[in-house]
């Protein structure tokens, strides 16, 4: 494996279910993040962990709960979804976080939808 | 409150030029991205402007005016390949990384 992988690519939950996001990098990064992104709207970045201790909680809801074991390795954790949450997860990793510079690598998303 | 403006789609002809522009009102500015995004693909990584002027890279070309909030990206000798969305997003003063909602563009033969 190389890059950036997210399992699963396609999740559909009810609203009452509990499911996990997983994603891993390969790329020896030291900072992850968790965008979320919805049809013709800008990328809305959800977390963002730097080795391992979360640096960044945008106002997500307490519904979405991430985990980071260690550098290569992110979760998002779902619990009781609403159908707005309905989006494109996608997963991303840079070298460090300083401070947004740097080229960041996405993996391919998991495309959730909430019934 | 923080914005980047890009067109919501454009199309092009195979083999011609296309122009996507980017203006932004940020708290600050660090430097500007740009990213393809193909349908259902991972968003991947093209260019990055942080001094004013032109950035080449291939048929690929992005374009940067701080004093404007305007940057471009140029696409030349276009291909059905690029048919794609470009992301648009600029560092601010906080190195927070803020993004456009992207251009879709379509290429026709």
């Known amino acids: 494996e190389t890059g950036v992988t997210q399992t699963p690519r396609h999740l559909v939950m009810g609203m009452t279910n509990k499911k996990s996001l997983k994603c891993e990098q390969h790329?020896?990064?030291?900072?992850m993040y968790w965008y979320k992104q919805s049809a013709k709207k800008p990328l809305e970045l959800m977390f963002v962990?730097?080795?391992?201790?979360?640096?960044e909680n945008n106002s997500v809801p307490s519904r979405f709960s991430p985990e980071c074991p260690n550098s290569s390795h992110l979760f998002l954790h779902l619990h009781t979804l609403q159908p707005e949450d309905s989006a494109l997860y996608l997963c991303?990793?840079?070298?460090?976080?300083?401070?947004?510079?740097?080229?960041?690598?996405f993996g391919p998303g998991t495309r959730l939808t909430v019934l | 409150g923080q914005n980047i403006d890009q067109p919501t789609e454009m199309t092009a002809t195979e083999g011609a030029i296309v122009q996507i522009n980017c203006t932004y009102q940020t708290s600050g500015f660090n430097g500007l991205f740009w990213y393809q995004q193909h349908a259902g693909e991972a968003p991947t990584f093209l260019s990055y402007n942080v001094l004013d002027g032109l950035e080449e890279k291939g048929r690929f070309s992005s374009f940067l005016s701080r004093s404007k909030g305007y940057s471009y990206l140029l696409l030349k000798e276009l291909q059905m390949k690029d048919s794609a969305s470009y992301l648009c997003?600029?560092?601010?003063?906080?190195?927070?990384?803020?993004w456009g909602a992207g251009t879709k563009l379509i290429i026709k033969p």
């Open positions: 997003a600029v560092t601010d003063s906080n190195y927070q990384l803020i």
């Open positions: 991303a990793s840079s070298q460090d976080f300083s401070r947004g510079i740097g080229e960041q690598f």
């Open positions: 790329l020896g990064h030291n900072a």
């Open positions: 962990y730097s080795l391992e201790e979360r640096v």
